[in-house]
């Protein structure tokens, strides 16, 4: 096995720069880039380590992977993410209907999320504040305050360690949902209609969001935008297939708000801006590139158009790809450990010349993954990463 050269943040730098690193990063640990708490109880085991489940996202169930964890399959990213505000009782809450008991979690944008408690594997929408609301009601809704500062506090002393004390590029917690906190508000059948046949009030509430944002991101980077090293937003804009809604109409409504948080950002902090939208994705890439985005994440490689070599040739010295590891569907649940060793293998040939990847799973890894095809995929990312 050849030998490492670089520290962590040496490395990821370089490959974001689309300069040859010893090695492609490898990242787990994020809010897409993470593993679910049934998952990671499975994994620990298998791997006899003893820790207390952490969860880092209630609505996706994800667990927070433990130092060992990390260590053990070389994992160059850790995560700083702000909290909710002073003041904010929101939780999950036990509730009875139809006599079964749900867990409820209202967040602050009025949105409640909810799973039922004897299956608790996510939690899903189950109310749309907005869904009834006309323009009026979307100017006069109750928005949560995006740059109040008692979310940040701490955030700074915890980046500082970070950079200081270990060897780690620091990443944020994902944000900048400007076009799917839209939908979740709304309700997806309703706001779908609105984006054909209701322009003025989508175009009022992607401007109450893309505020809400810009308020967030004002305060995170007056905080630590000198210690960032990515930083994570996204939208959903694309399905299996490809967009989810007609390109003109994302070119119309939604990218000229999207850019615009992605250039405010940027003049913020010298980071990278790493943008998340599962599917296949391909039409909008040259948009993100064109947004300002500098990384594109899950690359969702089993989604029509989304072939690993082709991505690569087309768009690789305009874009890192942070993910395609492995078809998180039709592969990492039911192949071998040797197949699944094989795949990662072939796609990391495709991603990694010239730099410009980092190496994680196609989104996060799901209940049901076996606990040695996940340590076979980390340690070919490991084995096959490296340049020379």
């Not at 990063?25 to 809010?31: A, K, N, S, T």
């Not at 006899?48 to 260590?71: H, S, Y």
């Not at 192949?335 to 293998?345: K, L």
């Not at 010349?353 to 040695?372: D, E, R, T």
């Amino acid at each position: 096995m050849p030998t490492e050269t670089m520290t962590s943040r040496e490395r990821v730098l370089r490959a974001l720069n689309h300069q040859i690193p010893d090695r492609v990063p490898i990242d787990l640990g994020g809010f897409q880039t993470g593993i679910h708490r049934v998952a990671y109880a499975e994994l620990i085991r298998h791997l006899g380590i003893n820790d207390e489940i952490t969860i880092l996202d209630a609505v996706q169930q994800l667990a927070k992977p433990c130092e060992q964890v990390l260590e053990r399959f070389h994992v160059d990213t850790r995560y700083i993410v702000a909290h909710a505000p002073d003041g904010w009782t929101g939780g999950i809450v036990e509730t009875v209907r139809d006599g079964r008991t749900w867990l409820d979690l209202k967040d602050e944008f009025g949105l409640v999320w909810s799973c039922p408690a004897d299956t608790p594997n996510y939690l899903d929408l189950s109310h749309h504040p907005l869904a009834e609301a006309t323009v009026q009601d979307v100017k006069d809704y109750p928005f949560p305050n995006g740059g109040d500062p008692t979310r940040f506090t701490g955030l700074r002393q915890q980046a500082l360690t970070l950079r200081n004390e270990t060897p780690y590029a620091l990443c944020t917690g994902i944000g900048g949902v400007v076009y799917e906190h839209c939908w979740y508000l709304r309700g997806l059948e309703r706001w779908f209609m609105d984006l054909v046949e209701n322009h003025p009030f989508c175009e009022a509430l992607l401007d109450r969001m893309l505020a809400y944002w810009t308020d967030y991101y004002t305060a995170f980077m007056r905080e630590v935008g000198d210690l960032v090293d990515v930083v994570m937003i996204g939208d959903d804009l694309a399905g299996q297939r490809g967009p989810l809604f007609r390109p003109e109409i994302y070119r119309t409504l939604v990218k000229p708000r999207q850019k615009a948080l992605v250039q405010h950002i940027k003049s913020l902090t010298k980071a990278k801006i790493w943008y998340h939208t599962c599917g296949a994705c391909v039409e909008y890439i040259p948009d993100l590139i064109d947004n300002g985005v500098d990384i594109l994440n899950p690359v969702q490689i089993g989604t029509r158009n989304m072939e690993p070599a082709a991505l690569k040739e087309k768009f690789g010295r305009q874009i890192t790809f942070w993910g395609g590891g492995i078809d998180s569907q039709h592969v990492l649940p039911t192949a071998s450990p040797a197949e699944v060793r094989e795949h990662v293998r072939r796609n990391m040939a495709a991603f990694k010349p010239n730099g410009g990847y980092v190496f994680n799973n196609v989104h996060n890894i799901q209940a049901g993954v076996p606990a040695s095809n996940i340590v076979a995929l980390f340690d070919a990312a490991y084995e096959f990463g490296f340049y020379n």
